[in-house]
């Protein structure tokens, strides 16, 4: 299967405060695959996470178990065909490229746990949502998929909601990090 | 604000999840009456008190699972998946 071009629901690039304590990336280009199997099927003993728990693959892929029985896959931009392939489909199974369905966003650095606060009402304290931590949760009034997922230490967090909303998250966001050194482009700013 | 047990998700706001009412036993579908239909379909107990409901998980797991209410006091006594 060939991979369509892909096209972000948003406009900005990358934007991060001058200190370092906060940035936002669009990361709507990261391939992404849902799948639904029961924990009992190949699929689900290959996947080996269960629900609110992420890990690495070998290759890289993030393991996402975003719902009871559910899980998403994320892997690099163009990845999509490869991580289709490599899922045992024996039994009854459910694997999809959601890759153009989905907005995602990196938000990350010291700053990102008060600025996601600000718009989610999950408790986001480290006992409650350690690092590999998987939840699901309003985000501006938004359905979201959260995965934190910390690199190097710095703390990070990947949002993913659906790509018709994806533009006034990424806003949405913005917006609630701009307190922390953001400067919002006209061109998405809420105000 | 009610936090409400989902069995998955661990205490959440009422807000993120939807209340699908008190807990009725659906009849067969071969023996029962339009009457017994209708009361399964509209009538509800509502009492002052102890009710056993149906809770659906809407931005978390989305799975519908049952929690003991008091309607007077919003006191919840357990939650487990349907």
Redesign the interface.
């Known amino acids: 299967m060939s991979e369509l071009d892909f096209v972000s629901p948003v406009a900005s690039g990358a934007l991060s405060a001058s200190g370092g304590g906060i940035a936002l990336e669009d990361l709507s280009d990261r391939s992404k695959v849902l799948v639904r199997a029961g924990r009992s099927t190949a699929a689900g003993t290959h996947l080996k996470v269960t629900y609110g728990h992420s890990r690495r693959r070998r290759d890289g892929t993030l393991i996402c178990g975003s719902r009871p029985d559910e899980w998403t896959l994320i892997a690099d931009p163009g990845q999509g065909a490869e991580l289709l392939a490599s899922l045992p489909d024996e039994g009854f199974v459910s694997v999809v490229d959601i890759t153009h369905g989905r907005a995602m966003f990196r938000l990350s650095g010291p700053d990102s746990v008060d600025a996601l606060a600000k718009v989610c009402n999950i408790d986001l304290a480290d006992d409650m949502t350690p690092d590999g931590a998987v939840f699901s949760a309003s985000v501006a009034k938004v359905t979201c998929d959260l995965v934190r997922s910390d690199v190097a230490d710095r703390r990070t967090y990947l949002i993913s909601c659906e790509r018709s909303f994806g533009r006034f998250l990424f806003a949405a966001i913005a917006d609630a990090c701009a307190e922390f050194g953001i400067d919002v482009p006209e061109d998405i700013s809420m105000h | 604000m009610i936090v409400v047990p989902c069995p998955?998700?661990g205490p959440r706001?009422s807000?993120?999840l939807r209340n699908a009412g008190e807990l009725v036993s659906r009849p067969d579908p071969d023996t029962a009456s339009l009457t017994e239909w209708r009361s399964y379909l509209y009538l509800r107990e509502n009492p002052a008190g102890w009710v056993t409901e149906t809770w659906y998980c809407?931005?978390?797991?989305?799975?519908y699972f049952t929690i003991e209410r008091n309607t007077a006091t919003n006191e919840i006594r357990d939650s487990e998946n349907s």
Do not use: V
């Open positions: 998955n998700c706001n807000s993120d809407r931005t978390g797991c989305r799975r």
